[in-house]
């Protein structure tokens, strides 16, 4: 996991749940308070077979998976990347898919949104290697109800005067 905050911890759970060794990768540098180890950016690109980024997009994360990182990654590694598009580089990405330096990736963000024609990330036809979900993999249709579900319980709530779900 990158990006150890409320949503990786989250997924690192569910992982670890399901069996999973869970490591993770801090570009602050802070240790969490988690019962999963913390690795230095290199180990943690050696010994990963999946890769779940969920961090900010600042100047630690800027770029952070590109040619060097997949140069360092298993060949059989899946890289997903459901935090900031810019954290990976599309043409590294590309490149290391098309040359066998990891075996896939999955995307529900890219480095420039909407992906644009020339984006070498188009160039790959192989669904196994290659799944892209621009900003739309949260919308199940389990999501979508529970998301209604709020709104409605909000607005009911907002008639009768009654606070709910407020930021104080």
Known sequence: IVGLGTIGKGVAKIASDFGC???????????????????AFDEFLKKSDIISIHAPLNDKTNNLFNKEAFDKMKTSAVLLNLGRGPIVNDADLTEALEQGKIAAAGLDVLGKEPIEKDNPLLRIKDSTKLVITPHVAWGTVEARTRL?????????????????????
């Open 148 to 168: 209604m579900d709020e709104v409605y319980e909000n607005i009911a709530a907002f008639t009768k005067g009654e606070a709910r779900n407020a930021v104080v």
């Open 21 to 39: 060794k869970v490591i993770y990768y801090s570009a602050s540098g802070k240790t969490q308070d988690v019962p999963y180890e913390r690795e």
